[in-house]
Nanobody, 131 residues
Framework: QVPLVESGGASVEPGGSLRLSCVVS????????MGWFRQTAGKKREGVAI???????YYDDSVKGRFSISVDKDKMILSLQMNDLKPNDTGMYYC?????????????????????????WGQGTQVTVSS
């Protein structure tokens, strides 16, 4: 088991900022991928931002230039800094982690369709962007 616990979700107005955090426990992988995924009612869970153990980052086009993913490897805390939030950013945000190598998958499919490849998930934190 690899427990993941998210925090930081809130309701904000358009143009606002939030920082999501995810504490990853019971982790002993030398190589990994971690990511943030977003899900809204009636839709599939979609990738937003991914980071590898080599610190390479990948973003869905909808958030490039506004969101930034990072991981503190000493504390094993995954973060997502979200700036200039838009109503379409609303959703439940989940963090995920997996020891697999998804380099080829990311290049072939992009970030959005990666949810099926991750084994370990948090419970989610709600982000609502509304005026």
């Amino acid at each position: 088991q690899v427990p993941l616990v998210e925090s930081g979700g809130a309701s904000v107005e358009p143009g606002g900022s939030l920082r999501l955090s995810c504490v990853v426990s019971g982790f002993s992988w030398s190589a990994f991928y971690m990511g943030w995924f977003r899900q809204t009612a009636g839709k599939k869970r979609e990738g937003v931002a991914i980071i590898g153990s080599d610190d390479k980052t990948y973003y869905d086009d909808s958030v490039k230039g506004r969101f930034s993913i990072s991981v503190d490897k000493d504390k094993m805390i995954l973060s997502l800094q979200m700036n200039d939030l838009k109503p379409n950013d609303t959703g439940m945000y989940y963090c995920a982690a997996d020891p697999g190598d998804f380099t080829a998958v990311i290049h072939n499919r992009g970030v959005r369709q990666l949810s099926g490849f991750f084994k370990y998930w948090g419970q989610g934190t709600q982000v609502t962007v509304s005026s």
